[in-house]
């Protein structure tokens, strides 16, 4: 019997052992910061000749600061990074870009280094940037680019797209544009045109003259086409524009007012309202059979609808329970069900790209905010109040939001002056989009390259 | 015959036990019961350590020293080539090198009026996480050594004691609010995903990091997860940034290995 037990406690002693192998800590680490992500952007390099080339063509003196400075402020406005002062750079970017020495960028605190070259290329520009991980002490991106020259701007977004996504996992937003309504003169005769720009504020165009007042532009989420409300005739239609051609055509050819239209995700089919004896409903046009499907049929007013990326939900407003909020259906009209039930007016829903979340303009005690909420309506949160503010429109990541606020510009409340602005989505990162002119009803393009 | 089958009893009844003992669930419930408070009870280790404390600032305070000569030592290099930037050589050889590389592009460069990718000379891009031990400074290798002896010495009659028991709170803490401090949560991470990565690290006793390890490293090259990437990259360079990290004075043996679990999600969420 001992001999048995012996044996016996011995097995036992050499099954228990693996226990003591696995024992080692876990520790959980579930918060981190949220401080702006530290990046150096060395200037990108350019040989003498190449500087004079390009000096000739653009007239920059140094096209590879330019380009530089281009990126640095992307990342700043996008809130997630913080590009380190120049001045602190102690490696000349020629080098750096070659092989950078990471004890001097990590010395500034850089965590992420971004370096480039520039060159002359039989009258194109030919940029390449790598993105080196400074602590990790290696390269983790580089791509290069050719264009014409004067395409210099968007090479600098194309980057900072790059780099965003790189970093943070998601898409950039930076090489795309925003449609919007100019406006200029006294309000009682506004002035109201077409206008589109990049995200940053330059390269503005105007797209119409501004005989006819212009509302609600809106972007084809896969090509260069608009939509929008014009006034003809005193008649508000919702009309297609081509930006490449210029060309014009009125969607349809309704017996009342259609108004806000906006594209579906696969670009094919417009979604807006209609219209009729006090009654507003929500029509879907397919733009290649010019087809007409109702999708809404209520006495209330139905309004402001908008697809979810997928294309099988849409959201809008209408004022059926008694006052204006926000509903979800099925892309056929069925299933509608009510999503806001906070205190005071939801209007203006618009799905985010990401499919996540619903922008909304809420008005309440006299004040409006720009919020999103969830698809079933949940966590919502508001992300900035004011006198008057409106017209959310998501940025193609699905991270920042651009809208129109008004303000007033003498305290008899007289004159007012009406700007965009963008916000992202932990509501502290709230910035003043520059633009020429008074303007309203901003919409975000998708990226122009991928 | 009676005593086979007592044997065999005894045999199939501890087997139960063993199997129950190691099943997963029921190992970890048992780590998640509240009396490992009981852990915070040992406070005496850390009585015991306050004779050796001196010792150890001291020799803190060597490496810091030791520290603070290394850079300005390398100070002088730096502020040369700051000042002559284009006095530093170009080598040749590796501006060819650059070349060579655009050349053994699959397609050739198209320029058309739009602005285009030519060229995707990203290197590989095989994540090794192994490649971090590289990383690491090979002086503070050799001053670890130094801390490792001593602490051998300080250590050896607490270790017996603590054997395999785990961080107390304070010291758990204190390492997560380093850590904290030093990760940068990438925001444009998906938040409906299993956002977590778990990194085994083996440590030296002053905190550096010797090996890191990502332990769904597969994981990382699956289609659709490639924000993975992103999110393991984060926590590697949060620990790399942290270190040395703020491990306990005493019981070496203890916490040589750890293992972090970097979960987003809670901050993405909220």
């Known amino acids: 019997m001992k001999k048995y037990l012996k044996k016996i406690s011995l097995i036992l002693f050499f099954l228990f052992l693996p226990f003591k192998a696995f024992a080692f800590i876990e520790i959980d680490i579930t918060r981190g910061n949220l401080d702006p992500f530290p990046v150096?952007?060395?200037?990108?390099?350019?040989?003498?000749?190449?500087?004079?080339?390009?000096?000739?063509?653009?007239?920059?003196?140094?096209?590879?600061?330019?380009?530089?400075?281009?990126?640095?402020?992307?990342?700043?406005?996008?809130?997630?990074?913080?590009?380190?002062?120049?001045?602190?750079?102690?490696?000349?970017?020629?080098?750096?870009?070659?092989?950078?020495?990471?004890?001097?960028?990590?010395?500034?605190?850089?965590q992420a280094l971004i370096t480039g070259k520039i060159t002359y290329d039989e009258g194109k520009l030919r940029v390449e940037f790598r993105l080196w991980d400074v602590l990790a002490g290696k390269e983790i991106l580089a791509l290069a680019f050719t264009t014409f020259p004067n395409n210099w701007r968007r090479v600098g977004h194309i980057i900072s797209d790059k780099v965003y996504e790189r970093l943070t996992g998601e898409k950039g937003y930076f090489d795309t544009r925003i449609i919007y309504v100019a406006e200029e003169g006294p309000k009682t005769q506004r002035v109201k045109k077409l206008a589109i720009m990049d995200q940053d504020g330059f390269n503005n165009k105007f797209l119409t003259l501004g005989n006819e007042l212009v509302l609600t532009p809106r972007f084809n989420p896969t090509s260069q086409m608009v939509t929008y409300l014009s006034y003809f005739k005193n008649l508000p239609r919702v009309y297609l524009l081509?930006?490449?051609?210029?060309?014009?055509?009125?969607?349809?050819?309704?017996?009342?007012?259609?108004?806000?239209?906006?594209?579906?995700?696969?670009?094919?089919?417009?979604?807006?309202?209609?219209?009729?004896?006090?009654?507003?409903?929500?029509?879907?046009?397919?733009?290649?059979?010019?087809?007409?499907?109702?999708?809404?049929?209520?006495?209330?007013?139905?309004?402001?609808?908008?697809?979810?990326?997928?294309?099988?939900?849409?959201?809008?407003?209408?004022?059926?329970?008694?006052?204006?909020?926000?509903?979800?259906?099925?892309?056929?009209?069925?299933?509608?069900?009510?999503?806001?039930?906070?205190?005071?007016?939801?209007?203006?829903?618009?799905?985010?790209?990401?499919?996540?979340?619903?922008?909304?303009?809420?008005?309440?005690?006299?004040?409006?905010y720009i919020g999103v909420m969830r698809p079933d309506g949940s966590g919502e949160r508001l992300l900035t109040e004011n006198f008057y503010q409106e017209a959310p429109s998501w940025s193609p990541n699905g991270r920042i939001l651009i809208f129109y606020r008004?303000?007033?510009?003498?305290?008899?409340?007289?004159?007012?002056?009406?700007?965009?602005?963008?916000?992202?989505?932990?509501?502290?990162?709230?910035?003043?989009?520059?633009?020429?002119?008074?303007?309203s009803d901003p919409s975000w393009s998708s990226l122009l390259s991928n | 015959m009676n005593k086979n089958i007592i044997i065999s009893s005894f045999l199939h009844f501890s087997m139960i036990i063993i199997t129950t003992m190691s099943l997963p669930f029921l190992t970890k419930k048992t780590n998640d019961f509240p009396p490992i408070i009981s852990v915070e009870l040992i406070?005496?280790?850390?009585?015991?350590?306050?004779?050796?404390?001196?010792?150890?600032?001291?020799?803190?305070?060597?490496?810091?020293?030791?520290?603070?000569?290394?850079?300005?030592?390398?100070?002088?290099?730096?502020?040369?080539?700051?000042?002559?930037?284009?006095?530093?050589?170009?080598?040749?050889?590796?501006?060819?090198?650059?070349?060579?590389?655009?050349?053994?592009?699959?397609?050739?460069?198209?320029?058309?009026?739009?602005?285009?990718?030519?060229s995707e000379f990203e290197k590989k891009e095989l994540f090794?996480?192994?490649?971090?031990?590289?990383?690491?400074?090979?002086?503070?290798?050799?001053?670890?050594?130094?801390?490792?002896?001593?602490?051998?010495?300080?250590?050896?009659?607490?270790?017996?004691?603590?054997?395999?028991?785990?961080?107390?709170?304070?010291?758990?803490?204190?390492?997560?609010?380093?850590?904290?401090?030093?990760?940068?949560?990438?925001?444009?991470?998906?938040?409906?995903?299993?956002?977590?990565?778990?990194?085994?690290l083996e440590l030296e006793p002053d905190g550096s990091v010797v090996k890191s390890e990502i332990l769904d490293h597969a994981r990382m090259n699956k289609p659709g997860q490639?924000?993975?990437?992103?999110?393991?990259?984060?926590?590697?360079?949060?620990?790399?940034?942290?270190?040395?990290?703020?491990?306990?004075?005493?019981?070496?043996?203890?916490?040589?290995?750890?293992?972090?679990?970097?979960?987003?999600?809670?901050?993405?969420?909220?």
């Open chain 1, 242 to 368: 081509d930006i490449a051609t210029g060309t014009q055509e009125v969607v349809g050819d309704f017996p009342g007012m259609t108004f806000a239209p906006r594209f579906s995700p696969d670009g094919k089919k417009i979604i807006m309202s209609f219209a009729k004896d006090g009654q507003s409903d929500i029509y879907i046009m397919d733009l290649e059979n010019r087809i007409v499907e109702r999708i809404t049929n209520h006495p209330s007013i139905d309004t402001s609808p908008s697809f979810s990326p997928d294309g099988k939900y849409i959201t809008f407003n209408s004022d059926r329970s008694g006052y204006q909020q926000i509903y979800v259906m099925d892309s056929d009209g069925n299933n509608v069900k009510r999503i806001s039930f906070g205190d005071g007016l939801y209007g203006t829903p618009v799905w985010s790209p990401r499919g996540d979340l619903i922008a909304f303009t809420k008005l309440h005690e006299g004040s409006f």
């Open chain 2, 43 to 118: 406070q005496i280790s850390e009585k015991t350590n306050i004779p050796f404390a001196p010792k150890e600032k001291k020799i803190v305070e060597k490496i810091k020293e030791e520290q603070k000569k290394l850079v300005s030592e390398q100070a002088p290099p730096k502020q040369i080539k700051k000042e002559k930037p284009d006095a530093v050589p170009m080598p040749e050889e590796k501006i060819k090198k650059v070349e060579k590389i655009k050349d053994d592009k699959q397609n050739p460069e198209k320029i058309d009026n739009e602005v285009k990718q030519v």
């Open chain 1, 40 to 110: 150096a952007v060395s200037p990108l390099s350019i040989d003498d000749n190449s500087k004079i080339n390009f000096e000739n063509i653009l007239s920059i003196e140094n096209i590879g600061s330019e380009i530089s400075i281009i990126v640095e402020n992307n990342l700043r406005a996008s809130g997630i990074f913080n590009p380190l002062n120049k001045d602190a750079f102690l490696q000349a970017p020629e080098i750096a870009h070659l092989k950078p020495r990471f004890e001097d960028w990590n010395l500034i605190k850089a």
């Open chain 2, 226 to 270: 490639n924000f993975y990437k992103v999110l393991a990259e984060s926590a590697l360079r949060a620990i790399k940034l942290c270190e040395p990290l703020k491990v306990p004075a005493t019981g070496y043996e203890r916490w040589k290995e750890l293992q972090l679990n970097f979960d987003a999600s809670e901050m993405l969420e909220g």
């Open chain 2, 128 to 200: 090794d996480p192994n490649s971090i031990a590289a990383l690491i400074d090979k002086s503070k290798k050799d001053t670890a050594e130094i801390i490792d002896n001593n602490d051998k010495k300080i250590t050896q009659d607490q270790d017996k004691n603590l054997g395999n028991v785990g961080l107390s709170l304070s010291e758990e803490d204190a390492l997560k609010a380093q850590i904290f401090g030093c990760w940068s949560i990438p925001l444009g991470l998906p938040y409906n995903e299993d956002l977590m990565v778990r990194i085994k």
């Open chain 1, 406 to 439: 008004e303000t007033k510009t003498d305290q008899e409340g007289d004159g007012f002056s009406a700007k965009l602005w963008s916000i992202d989505l932990t509501g502290y990162n709230e910035r003043l989009i520059k633009t020429e002119t008074d303007a």
